[in-house]
């Protein structure tokens, strides 16, 4: 009877940590499109290069 408790436990504990692991997935997910809708208009902000000018030293 013991022994049987043990493994529902068990079962019961797996469960949760699959649960938890799909939630946290779909959480880091959401705040990735959240992330990406930001830099979408900054990404539209930037000038293109222009190819007379001779290119910056990055120091």
Do not use: D, H, N
């Amino acid at each position: 009877m013991a022994y049987a408790k043990m493994r529902a436990f068990g079962q019961f504990a797996a469960q949760i940590r699959q649960q938890a692991i799909v939630i946290t997935f779909s959480e880091v997910f959401y705040l990735l499109a959240i992330a990406l809708l930001f830099c979408i208009p900054l990404a539209l902000l930037l000038k293109t290069p222009s190819y007379g000018a001779p290119a910056a030293a990055g120091y």
